[in-house]
């Protein structure tokens, strides 16, 4: 029983020796001499975590800029919609040990797709979709993506962005505006509703840029965002199985967003760990 109660003590008289030997500096332990110089703490080899190697999560919203590519050829006009709010996760690291600038962000946002004819001068008409009568089509689309998110720091309060990757989604509602010439017309049961050949799924690239204002823990994003529909709104061959006729989404979004950063943004540098050394040993020496 001695044996083990002078174990005990001299493992606690151990422990309380390292223990007053230690100095924490915010997760950061290492021992100091009596005398602390710069060219000491230049040579200690402390584990500092990399910079912009964080988690971050935060919500936005704005507005859309819907337009289409079509065949036969039909010009379209810029349709806004709003609004477009959604949420993203973003982790940036540093990919391969070298490049600090590297990133994902995956989320999901509520957004909108559609189009809207433009009005020939010469005739003074617009073309329609021929299945429904319409000349502008609205559709609702909560959509989920995954993107590469590359970022380059301007200072300590500023950065950029730019993004790109591949988006999914779902239209869950469309509204039809008729052309004047189908007032009236069996078309107007369907203002609300899809017809058979309408393709509800939506998919695509989406990629854009942005600016970033950093207020440790918080960053509020600006961005602007493409996307570019591999989806059609239509079976290509609902008229005619002899010819292809195709509708694919080409929308915009702007978005403002504040976002949270669940781990820190950055690790202790050198310069950092002198500072808070330097300070505790004067107050230190104060108490003394």
């Known amino acids: ?36 110089t710069n060219e000491y703490l230049d040579s200690l080899k402390l584990q500092v975590r990399k ?39 973003i982790r940036q690291f540093t990919m391969f040990g070298l490049f600090p600038n590297m990133g994902f962000e995956f989320g999901a ?57 591949l988006y999914m989604g779902y239209r869950t509602r469309v509204h039809r505006t008729l052309d004047e010439y189908y007032a009236g017309s069996e078309y107007e049961n ?12 939506s998919y695509g690239l989406q990629g854009g840029v942005g600016f ?23 079976k290509p061959d609902y008229a005619s199985p002899y010819y292809y006729r195709f509708g694919y989404p080409l929308d915009g979004a702007v978005t403002f967003g504040v976002y949270y950063q669940i781990t820190p943004r950055y690790g202790h540098t050198r310069s950092q760990l002198r500072k808070l050394a330097r300070k505790m040993i004067e107050e230190e020496m104060q108490h003394e």
């Open 109 to 165: 946002q509520f957004n909108h797709e559609g189009y809207e004819f433009k009005v020939n001068k010469e005739t003074g008409n617009r073309p329609v979709e021929s299945g429904s009568g319409a000349y502008k089509v609205q559709y609702q689309v909560p959509e989920a993506f995954m993107l590469s998110h590359f970022h380059f720091d301007i200072g300590e309060y500023f950065k950029l962005m730019a993004k790109v990757g």
């Open 212 to 234: 970033a204002v950093v207020l440790n823990p918080f960053e509020f994003h600006l961005n602007a965002q493409v996307k570019w529909g591999w989806g059609s709104f239509w």
């Open 1 to 36: 029983m001695s044996r083990r109660y002078l174990a005990a003590v001299a493992a606690l008289l151990a422990f309380c020796a390292v223990s007053r030997a230690q100095v924490n500096l915010e997760e950061e332990f290492f021992s100091l001499p009596d005398t602390v």
């Open 51 to 89: 910079p912009n190697d964080y988690f971050m999560a935060g919500v936005y919203g704005g507005i859309s800029l819907e337009r289409g590519f079509f065949n036969p050829l039909r010009e379209s006009v810029f349709l806004m919609q709003y609004p477009v709010v959604g949420f993203s996760m």
């Open 190 to 201: 369907y203002i609300d509703q899809f017809m058979d050949y309408d393709l509800r799924l």
